[in-house]
Structure formats: C-alpha cells, structure tokens
C-alpha cells in the first residue's frame, strides 16, 4: 500500500533534549512537508522540500531542522531551541509544482516532560 | 486578521441532516482549495479538492468555491455518527511551492 508512515506515534521529550520525528513516503512525491498542529489552531508549515537536498523555512521553523537525504525521507528535528514543543506534527508529501495535493501522515504527538 | 477563518465550532446536529460547513479568506490570490476531515487523534485526509471557482460534487459531499466574494463551503448530505469529526478548510497560491494556509477547523458531532 502506498502511504505516509510516521514515528513515534507518541513522543516524550526532557527538557533540552533533541528529538528527531521520523517521516518515510512510498508515494514517489517529490515534495514533503512538516507542520505542526495546536489545539484551536490551523495546521501551521514549519519546513518543506521540494527535491532531494533542498529544504526551505515555514512560517515556525525556529527551533526545528529537517534533512533531505532521500527522495522518501524527510526526518525533523526538535532542538532544545524550540520553547513550546508540544505539538500535534504532521508530516505531508505531494507532486512537486503549483496544486498538487497534500496527503499527510498519521502524525505524532511530542510532549515535554 | 487571519488569512483563513473558520468557524471553529462545535456543530451539532441529529443523523440525516444537511451540514454546511464554512470558510472565509482575504488572499484574492488563492486558485487552489481543499478540505480535510481529521478524527481525533490522526492525520487529514484529503476529501475534496478544487481549483479556481464553481462546484464539485463527490457522493454525499459537495464543495463550492466563490472566489468573488472570497468564500468556500462544504455540504454534507445525509450526515451520519461517521461523519463526526473536524473538517479543515485549505487553500493555496498558484506560481508557488503548494504552500497551503489552513483554517482552525470545525468539530462536527453527528448524534443518533
């Protein structure tokens, strides 16, 4: 089956440790995405990849990095820089270019201990 | 001002009933739309998807696009318990990298 796989499903983070969310797609889509979820709110874009080793800045990237090593992989990285980690992450892939729709993954839940 | 309003909620409506689900923008400039329903607890999935403005109809979900009065909604018919759950309003630019600018959602409950 084709799809978006995340994990963990459930995270826990001390206070100023790095964790790293993971994110693999079998879809063949060359753009991937990271956003994270607050109660209330929209699903706000931390980083995105539109090809193999090229990333860009969301609206929230502070306190987060991501790679792009593979075509499938898009792993990211919650640094102790990030002062309100606990979120809601969904991790997203679609067709590279304008309209191409966005299928997202299960999502996992990072809560700081 | 928000670039994308939603109403967050919660809706709550008897089974059957014709649900009708909203989203205002101020980015004349958005082409592409879509909703997405989220149970709790798991990813959106993509339910409807449209470009530039009119209606799409996809079984017991229907999704129009005023552009001219920069509005989208959603319609359920039939409404069932499934159908339970938040519905996220999405758009975006064209010329750009997909970059889409979501709404907060609406939780809906469908009751028996």
């Known amino acids: 089956d084709g799809g978006i796989t995340q994990s963990p499903k459930y995270l826990f983070r001390k206070e100023g440790q790095n964790v790293t969310l993971s994110c693999e797609q079998n879809l063949n889509h060359d753009a991937m995405y990271w956003y994270r979820q607050d109660p209330g709110q929209g699903l706000r874009l931390i980083y995105y990849s539109q090809i193999v080793n090229d990333f860009q800045k969301g609206d929230i990237a502070e306190g987060y990095s991501v790679s792009r090593e593979k075509k499938e992989s898009f792993p990211l990285t919650v640094t102790s820089a990030q002062k309100n980690p606990t979120a809601f992450y969904l991790c997203?892939?679609?067709?590279?270019?304008?309209?191409?729709?966005?299928?997202f993954g299960p999502g996992t839940r990072l809560t700081v201990l | 001002q928000k670039e994308v309003e939603q109403d967050p909620g919660p809706l709550s409506v008897p089974e059957g009933a014709i649900v009708s689900l909203n989203c205002t923008y101020s980015n004349s400039a958005f082409q592409y739309f879509m909703w997405y329903r989220q149970y709790s607890r798991k990813g959106p999935e993509l339910l409807m998807y449209t470009y530039s403005s009119g209606n799409k109809e996809d079984g017991r979900f229907t999704a129009q696009v005023d552009k001219s009065s920069k509005y989208i909604s959603l319609f359920i018919r039939d409404s069932q318990p499934s159908d339970s759950a938040t519905y996220l309003c999405?758009?975006?630019?064209?010329?750009?990298?997909?970059?889409?600018?979501f709404g907060a959602g609406t939780r809906l409950a469908v009751h028996p």
């Open positions: 997203a892939s679609s067709i590279a270019g304008d309209g191409g729709e966005q299928f």
């Open positions: 999405a758009m975006s630019l064209s010329g750009g990298y997909n970059k889409l600018i």
